[in-house]
């Protein structure tokens, strides 16, 4: 579904109708949250403005109330940890000899480093040149047509 385009206006319509409905509710947490989308856009000057637009006395001391605490942290989920069950002592000597090997085996950068890269095998190597552009030259015909 393509997304619908919103016009500046509109959108502007629609912030300024949340908040009053904020302010009227003294909403604190929507303040908050619309004043930050309000900064965000239009600036900190931009707020200020419509403080004074939309809001009276007490109202402006309620939105500035708002803005002055931290917000609120949200709830983070719980990581839920299930117990493994006990190892059997077959499970512990397989780790144990999968440990041990990877210690004295010999740092994969040494043996990188002696082998010389093996050539693409030749199907591959053609699939490969055919997608590769060939260099003829500047080609100026095909922009002056």
Known sequence: ???VFVSPRVRERQLREALQ???QQQDSQALRQLSDRLVH?????QLQRWMQAL????QQLLWRQALAQPPKPEPQ???????EPP???????????TIAAEESAPPVEETLEEQPPAPAPAPIKTALQGWL???DGPQT???AS
């Open 1 to 3: 579904m393509p997304a």
């Open 21 to 23: 409905e904020a302010l």
């Open 41 to 45: 856009r239009h600036g900190p000057v």
């Open 55 to 58: 809001a009276s006395e007490p």
């Open 77 to 83: 989920p719980t990581n839920v940890t299930l117990e």
């Open 87 to 97: 190892m059997e002592e077959e499970e512990l000597s397989a780790v144990e000899q």
């Open 133 to 135: 552009p060939q260099w």
């Open 141 to 143: 015909d095909r922009l």
